[in-house]
């Protein structure tokens, strides 16, 4: 399969209080069908940018006023943790993510570096927190079998978990989880 877009019918979808959400899933598999048949360092590149953007809003929208937002990813990524907008699984993944970005963007890898170490933990790492999530229809793809899906699969399930909003019956929004995006996940592809 090379087209994650043609797994998701986004014609025929009822209309109620996930529509923003809808837009952003549909949004976030067009811009990673985009880039799947390039290197698996730029999906790495792109989620981390979709995910930081996230943090951003959801703190300032959440939160803290813009001035009180951190500067960096790490920072933002913590704060989000530190008052309970994030999980833990999910702020591991998002950690994880970071160091591959930073190695991608300094220049310290080639393509296959993603698969030895220093850097394998979290290219595994992200994987397994993302497989918590069914993104391809195949289930998970281990990192050793096909390094591209793998990664590309893990970004977009990274993307969206940080992304959607959800909110309990009482309108108060629900801590961000991969076990959250896994419910709202079903109910989209079903």
């Known amino acids: ?11 025929q979808r009822p209309v109620d209080n996930l529509t923003h ?3 952003l899933v549909v949004q976030t598999i067009v811009q990673f069908a985009e880039v ?11 989620a981390a940018s979709r995910i930081d953007d ?34 833990r699984r999910l702020y591991d993944f998002i950690d994880s993510l ?3 970005r930073n190695a ?12 030895k170490d220093p850097l394998r933990h979290h290219t595994e790492m992200i994987h397994d927190a993302a497989s918590a999530v069914r993104f ?11 390094l591209k899906r ?5 970004c977009v399930v990274g993307v969206l978990a940080v992304s959607i909003d959800l909110f309990d019956d009482d309108g108060r929004l629900v801590r961000k989880s991969f076990e959250t995006l896994r419910d709202y996940w079903k109910a989209w592809i079903e």
């Open 1 to 11: 399969m090379n087209d994650p877009i043609a797994l998701f019918d986004t014609g």
């Open 21 to 23: 959400n809808q837009s």
């Open 36 to 46: 799947e048949d390039s290197d698996p360092r730029l999906a790495i590149v792109l």
């Open 54 to 87: 996230a943090l951003i809003d959801l703190l300032q929208t959440y939160r803290l006023t813009k001035s009180q937002v951190p500067r960096t990813l790490r920072q933002r990524t913590g704060r989000a943790r530190g008052i309970h907008l994030i999980d």
């Open 98 to 100: 970071r160091v591959l």
């Open 104 to 115: 991608v963007c300094h220049g310290q890898t080639d393509r296959m570096a993603l698969l």
């Open 136 to 146: 391809w229809t195949d289930g998970p793809v281990d990192p050793h079998d096909d």
């Open 150 to 154: 793998s990664v590309i699969g893990a």
